[in-house]
């Protein structure tokens, strides 16, 4: 341990404790053993990366995760905020039983269109919708026109409107519903009493709201991958 870590207490001085070469490997290991080599993930990642957008997708191990509890809790109708260039999306699409539907919110026309081609490529193209526009305006819209509550609710947008992406959720959800959302550790940013940038205290704030919410049962899993991030699962009561 480095000498003064403690009284320091410093964040940074607390992460530089972290082996991440160590956390590498392990994720690693967990992906050879669990997470088939896929040539149509592989080929999206590629072809998103190649369309310019950012490399900001779950990770592997990740979207074995979010296929798992899809499947576990027998999601048929799958709700996703922020869907870059689908690979979640895939993931989440691939867990749900014929007859099954996944509605995806993307604010950027790009993407969705990227999105879209590798949907069709993965064979979801039939099963998932990309719906581009705001995510907040369009769930106010799907509220007000009475979409059928979705048994799954992952959120992956803009970090700072979390909160309310949590109450809009809600209110598509009904009772054993599960709610998922990420990048909630940022690193350990959250630890940071007042986080200076909007991004930490957007998931800061929704880590509070999860667990005060009189309706749902949450815990929030570190994620590795080079740095540490979080995934929360909700229940709805
Ligand atoms: N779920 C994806 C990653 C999503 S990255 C995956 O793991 O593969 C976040 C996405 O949210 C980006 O594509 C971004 O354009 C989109 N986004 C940002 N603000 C948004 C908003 N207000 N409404 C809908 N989508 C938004
Ligand atoms: C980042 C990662 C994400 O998973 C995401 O949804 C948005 C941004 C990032 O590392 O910047
Ligand atoms: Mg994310």
Redesign the pocket.
């Known amino acids: 341990m480095i000498q003064g870590l403690e009284s320091r207490g410093s964040l940074v001085m607390r992460m530089e404790a972290i082996d991440e070469q160590l956390v590498e490997r392990i994720d690693r290991y967990v992906e050879d053993l669990f997470v088939r080599e896929d040539t149509i993930l592989a080929e999206c990642l590629k072809d998103t990366a190649a369309a310019g957008?950012p490399s900001?997708?779950?990770s592997p191990n990740q979207g074995k995760l979010l296929y798992l509890v899809a499947r576990i809790s027998r999601a048929s109708r799958i709700l996703?905020?922020?869907?870059?260039?689908?690979?979640?999306?895939i993931w989440l699409a691939r867990a749900v039983p014929a007859g099954g539907r996944v509605i995806t919110?993307?604010?950027?026309s790009h993407?969705a269109d990227v999105a879209r081609k590798n949907l069709i490529r993965a064979g979801c193209g039939g099963r998932v919708e990309v719906r581009v526009?705001?995510?907040?305006a369009?769930l106010r819209q799907m509220i007000a026109t009475g979409e059928p509550a979705f048994d799954l609710i992952?959120i992956?947008?803009?970090k700072p409107?979390y909160v309310d992406y949590l109450h809009l959720s809600l209110q598509l959800a009904h009772s054993g519903s599960v709610i998922l959302a990420?990048n909630l550790i940022r690193n350990g940013r959250v630890l940071d009493a007042h986080p200076e940038d909007e991004l930490v205290r957007g998931v800061k704030a929704f880590n509070e709201a999860i667990a005060a919410h009189p309706r749902l049962e949450s815990i929030i899993l570190p994620i590795y991958r080079s740095k540490v991030d979080g995934l929360s699962i909700s229940l709805v009561k």
């Open positions: 957008l900001i997708n779950v996703e905020l922020g869907t870059l260039g689908a690979y979640s999306t919110l993307e604010v950027n993407n526009g705001d995510a907040t369009t992952f992956d947008a803009d409107r990420d």
